[in-house]
């Protein structure tokens, strides 16, 4: 069974920094695809990154988040990690990393369509 785990959340000062990790047990995530998104309360989930699989070299992201965060990937340690600098308080959100198994187009990359295996969330707080 494949099972995603965040970790790193936590309360940070406007203007802060923290770094989230997402693990996996039973596969190795340099072989799909992985996203993270954020679920803020009353709205809706919002995709925020894509790496790529194998290198990683290739990332995605929101237009609300360009600039200030950055995703990555240590396949020697089976770890895709979201650096989020600048953070502000509508950063404000439970965040979630997700495997795309099936290798989808583009246009679902920061869609929840496109992602078959979820995390349960991590919280993280930005407030002073």
Avoid: H
């Avoid at 959340?9 to 406007?14: R, S």
């Avoid at 709205?43 to 194998?54: M, N, P, Q, T, W």
């Amino acid at each position: 069974q494949v099972q995603l785990v965040e970790s790193g959340g936590g309360l940070v000062q406007p203007g802060g920094s923290l770094r989230l990790s997402c693990t996996a047990s039973s596969f190795t995530l340099d072989s799909v695809d992985i996203g993270w998104f954020r679920q803020a309360p009353g709205k809706e989930r919002e995709g925020v990154s894509r790496i790529r699989r194998k290198s990683g070299t290739i990332t995605y992201y929101s237009d609300s988040v360009k600039g200030r965060f950055t995703i990555s990937r240590d396949n020697s340690k089976n770890t895709v990690y979201l650096q989020m600098d600048a953070l502000k308080p509508e950063d404000t959100a439970v965040y979630y990393c997700a495997a795309d198994a099936r290798g989808r187009i583009t246009s679902y990359y920061l869609k929840e369509s496109g992602y078959d295996y979820w995390g349960r969330g991590t919280q993280v707080t930005v407030s002073s």
